[in-house]
């Protein structure tokens, strides 16, 4: 499974309409890209509780989603484009239903795996000044997801996506974003089933051990 990267995406803390400081307004960057282990060397990640690294390095949000939302929510001028979600990697043709917890990508020359789906976060709503965002997201799963970097290296928009390793094909990330954060919750066993995976995210785990005894 293969696709075009649109645009690799880093920004700094700044206030949102809240007055909260936030760096979930990103911009494309020009050019190759820096790709660390703790994401991209340009990024400033401000909540390290509920976003950072190793676990959380990096955050992939498709192009389609910001479609949608635009569609539902109608013109919303802070989600113009890539970038507006938070999010560092911006492709098409590739959703929460196609990726699994644990897939590997090669992106340039950074290998990265998918760790766990994006948590929802009161942030996005007062970022873009609209409410009910993120009830939608929840309802759709179209949530985005993390990766952890094991390769650091460099990429540039324009490079392929290229998954190299599958991970659980039980879990995709919109299983597993609907098994954790979904209206109706997962049974027990399933969410011990997600939380014993070895490719999963600390964080993710955490937030299971929340709604049931690990």
Known sequence: MNC?????????????PSGKVSGIAKAPLEGQVSIGLRGIEADEQVNRV?????????????AENRAWLLEHFGPLPRLAGPGSMGENISTEGLSEHDVHIGDRFRLG??????????????TIESHLDT??????????????????VLEPGTASAGDALQKVEEGNPRWPVARAFLAVYG???A??????EL???????????LDIGKRITL
């Open 131 to 148: 409410k009910g965002i993120v009830k939608a997201i929840v309802a759709s799963a179209r949530s985005g997801w993390f990766y952890r």
């Open 183 to 185: 209206s109706s919750r």
């Open 4 to 16: 075009i990267v649109n645009a690799i995406c880093a920004g700094s803390g700044r206030a949102v």
């Open 195 to 205: 939380a014993a995976l070895d490719r999963v995210s600390e964080r993710l785990v």
């Open 50 to 62: 509920h976003h950072g690294y190793p676990p959380m390095a990096l955050h992939h949000y498709p």
């Open 187 to 192: 049974p027990e066993s399933e969410l011990r």
């Open 109 to 122: 020359t950074a290998l990265i795996e998918v760790s766990q789906p994006r948590q929802p976060c009161s």
